[in-house]
Nanobody, 127 residues
Framework: QVQLVESGGGLVQAGGSLSVSCAAS????????MGWFRRAPGTEREFVAA????????YYGDSMKGRFIISKDNAKNTVYLTMNSLKPEDTAVYYC????????????????????WGQGTQVTVSS
């Protein structure tokens, strides 16, 4: 089993920046992809970003490209999401996810590809 714990959410003004992090524990060595998703009220969960755990390949959701950065610290089993130029429409609960045994491919934008999920952290962007 793998446990994921997010932290770092909060309230930020539009145009500002915020970082969230996700620490993995348990059988973290079995992870080969880490991702971030988000869910705004009344919407489905949306892909944000993913990163290959052994390497630096990344995928981003279309509305996040150029504004969000996913990064990692393998020694700490932690993945980060740095969000810049935030907009009110970025307001959502942000979830960390981990996948085991997945090949690096565009399907990693789907939540069904992930095996473990964190509890989520709220990010609110005020206008």
């Amino acid at each position: 089993q793998v446990q994921l714990v997010e932290s770092g959410g909060g309230l930020v003004q539009a145009g500002g920046s915020l970082s969230v992090s996700c620490a993995a524990s348990g059988r973290a060595l079995s992870i080969n992809v880490m991702g971030w998703f988000r869910r705004a009220p009344g919407t489905e969960r949306e892909f944000v970003a993913a990163m290959r755990w052994s390497g630096y390949s990344t995928y981003y959701g279309d509305s996040m490209k150029g504004r969000f950065i996913i990064s990692k610290d393998n020694a700490k089993n932690t993945v980060y999401l740095t969000m810049n130029s935030l907009k009110p429409e970025d307001t959502a609960v942000y979830y960390c996810a981990a996948a085991q045994g997945r090949l690096w491919n565009p399907n990693l934008r789907r939540e069904s590809e992930y095996d473990y999920w964190g509890q989520g952290t709220q990010v609110t962007v005020s206008s």
